[in-house]
């Protein structure tokens, strides 16, 4: 049973602007934890934007290890809190696309990405965890 779920976006284009769709379509604007808000960032928000900027970089990283320059790429990150018959826990899971790329490809790179990302190394041993692959046109990070 899914409580609430929370994505976070990174896209580089938007200059590191992010922002969080959660239940029922509100949209939220990464704020200060210090700003008071009505609309301020949580920790799972801010989770799930840790994750996807260590991601991504990671990915960067190994592409360019690659000569993979000049490939543009898309993280998404997504959270659910679920339950079951011992309380609630959290489903975090990674999604990348990566242009120009098969999903073949781009699970090599996601594979080693989250071998070697700082947050996916701290979090891997957690069942619930996982890391995905999507076609970079279809990866929807808006």
């Not at 602007?17 to 700003?35: H, M, P, Q, R, W």
């Not at 989770?47 to 790429?73: G, H, P, R, V």
């Not at 990674?94 to 996601?110: K, N, P, R, V, Y």
Request: hydrophobic share 35%; with cysteine.
């Amino acid at each position: 049973m899914i409580i609430f779920k929370t994505t976070a976006y990174f896209n580089p284009h938007l200059d590191d602007l992010c922002f969080f769709e959660e239940k029922e379509g509100i949209t939220k604007k990464l704020v200060s934890a210090l700003e008071p808000s009505n609309k301020q960032s949580g920790p799972v928000d801010l989770f799930c934007l840790s994750w996807a900027i260590c991601f991504y970089k990671t990915s960067k990283k190994i592409l360019a290890e690659q000569d993979y320059t000049n490939k543009d790429l898309k993280v998404k990150v997504t959270l659910e809190m679920q339950k079951d018959d011992k309380g609630f826990y959290f489903k975090p899971t990674a999604i990348l696309g990566i242009q120009d790329m098969t999903l073949e490809q781009t699970e090599i790179i996601a594979d080693a990405t989250h071998k070697r990302c700082p947050i996916s190394r701290l979090i891997s041993a957690d069942e619930n965890v996982s890391v995905k692959v999507e076609n970079y046109n279809e990866l929807i990070t808006e």
